[in-house]
């Protein structure tokens, strides 16, 4: 029966990565992600799953990639300057499609930074860290509750959608520890398998929705896997039709499928005239505010999106039209405030609440923004 | 036996393979080492880097993954940890192996997880055009040492008994018989295996280096292994003086074999919490 545990964020992560089938974790130390290492150590073997520690980042997301084309649901994580390492692979798991779940516990950046500090500097990195043109799927939880189930569903997604899926937290939700009823069980998705004759297998022909079968290497399934542009046949190509068709579907399995990735929650918006948009740690700030800038009589709301990339532009478009204020927050010097910008596209004032310095934005302090603001409005 | 061709995507030819280029000797050595173990294709699978010896694993009739540059030995890694039934050969090259992908195979090596690594050592970078590479010769030219190179060079085969590898060995690409045989040894050693393979680059190294073409090089390879002085030491282009001379000839052959505990990651029954 489920019951109230008290669990820490990365704790929760690695028990979700669990429940979603994960069998193998290769990753590297750092500073705040490694109780995620940590804990899949010791949840792996009990479960016949396989756990090693690489000899650096670069290592670690070849190793789960390799994995996942034994045929093992596999995961990393991270923080900042391990993220960093990583987008080497990210880009080849995104070309070659290989799914895989890629965690970023994110910490005060550039460089190390500040280690043991909250920040949300990573959102873009995580959107266009690596080389070329490369669909992105990225899931931003803000309480430990919630890191268990995105980790579950980013499984989920880098199944159903043959992609590396980011799953992107901040120091703060990643140590905090809160009370929690994890599920029982939950959905799990598998990758779409061949079942046709191995000899006439292309690796890389899709069907309508964009995604083909990916057979694990000992199967009876020989083909190539390759980072280099490549043909149905998942041979190397320079052929310009094949390579446009190849870069356009990577996309498309994703763009075509915008609803069941994203994922936006909404919170007191259908009468205020002050929208908050904030994401992560800085969500549950604004959610607090909100509540509090209601108890004075200031008609503000909260559109926090769970989905991070594909961003749901169209919906901060609705949210635009409907209030005269947008506030974005978030823990950087300016990142998805620019999304928000073009999305909003001059319908409603945005004006951003932005701190870098290893701090979190506490709700006392958003609402010296919002108050103002929402005073004007009304 | 059989055919190598069994072994072969023969719909993926032509090869990007110079003319000379004795990557292609080295490849026939390994399909029929593969034959002469009598593998399963479907349970063989191949992982590799990238530059020219890496290019080796997309037209061979396994499971390949061309990965990126030096990664080879930790994609093979996470590839026989989640499925350890797999043999798992890793090819790479001397820049690739050695050079941007060193942390790798060391690592590799020290955890003497069961792959098999042929390294293709023809001294040179030959898919980006002929720069100079951590195996590159004293006073050798390149791409990018016009004057003669003046970095030392890497040993593979002490580099690699140095990080703990349980079977070390180097051959000559001028020897196939030799190599499949080591092969065939290194593919049932339990652990990690390495092989240097002496390999050549006419197209760059050659003609950088006035060396001939595919059989000069091939017959100066052979020659080094009969103690002879890599003729490089004693060409009057070289305007850089060697500060450790180019080894007399190279060792070949098994040059390390031991037994130790092949690592297969962290697993088996749930650690006690208690």
Known sequence: ?378 | MTDVKTYLREWAMPHVLCPGCAHGIVLRAFLEAVDQLQLDQDKLAMVAGIGCSSRLVGYVDFCTLHGTHGRAPAFATGLKLARPELDVVVVTGDGDGLAIGGNHLIHAARRNIDLTVLLLNNSIYGMTGGQSAPTTPEGAVASTTPAGNTEPMFDACKLLIGAGASYVARVLAANPMEMTKVMADAMTHPGFSFIEVISDCPEYYGRYNRLGGGAEMLTWIARRDAGVADPLSSKSFVSHVPSSATPPGLATGVLQREVRPVFGGVRGPEIDES
């Open chain 1, 1 to 378: 029966m489920s019951e109230t545990q008290l669990v820490q964020g990365n704790e929760a992560c690695a028990r979700g990565a669990l429940a979603a089938g994960c069998r193998f974790y290769g990753g590297y130390p750092i500073t705040p992600s490694s109780e995620i290492a940590e804990h899949m150590v010791r949840l792996l073997p009990g479960v016949g799953g396989t756990f090693v520690q690489m000899e650096d980042e670069i290592a670690s997301l070849a190793a789960v990639i390799g994995a996942s084309l034994a045929g093992s649901k596999a995961m990393t994580a991270t923080s900042g300057p391990g993220f960093s390492l990583m987008q080497e692979h990210i880009g080849f798991a995104a070309m070659a499609e290989v799914p895989c779940v890629v965690v970023d516990v994110m910490r005060g950046g550039p460089s190390t930074g500040l280690p043991t500090s909250p920040s949300q500097g990573d959102v873009m990195q995580a959107r266009w860290g690596t080389h070329g043109d490369h669909p992105a799927i990225v899931l931003a939880p803000s309480s430990v509750g919630e890191v268990f189930d995105l980790t579950v569903r980013a499984f989920n997604l880098a199944e159903r959608f043959r992609t590396p899926v980011i799953v992107i937290y901040d120091e703060i939700i990643g140590h905090t520890r809160e009370s929690v009823v994890l599920p029982e069980s939950v959905e799990v998705k598998e990758r779409l398998r061949p079942n046709g004759d191995p000899d006439v297998f292309w690796p890389k022909t899709a069907p309508a929705d964009g995604v083909p079968p990916l057979p694990a290497f000992g199967d009876g399934y020989r083909f190539h896997v390759t980072g280099l542009t490549h043909d149905e046949r998942g041979f190397p190509t320079n052929d310009a039709e094949q390579a446009g068709a190849l870069i356009k579907r990577i996309h498309a399995k994703v763009e075509a499928h915008f609803e069941e990735i994203s994922e936006v929650e909404t919170f007191m918006l259908d009468d205020a005239d002050v929208a908050i948009f904030a994401y992560g740690v800085v969500g549950r700030s604004a959610r607090e505010t909100v509540l509090r800038a209601r108890a004075a009589g200031v008609k503000v709301g909260l559109i926090r999106p769970v989905t991070l990339w594909p961003f749901p532009y169209s919906h901060v478009a609705e949210v635009a039209k409907q209030v005269d204020t947008m506030i974005v927050a978030e823990l950087n010097l300016g990142q998805l405030i620019g999304e928000v910008e073009r999305a909003a596209a001059s319908q409603a004032e945005v004006v951003g609440h932005l701190r870098a310095d290893g701090e979190p934005i506490a709700p006392s302090e958003l609402l010296t923004v919002v108050t103002p603001i929402g005073g004007r409005a009304s």
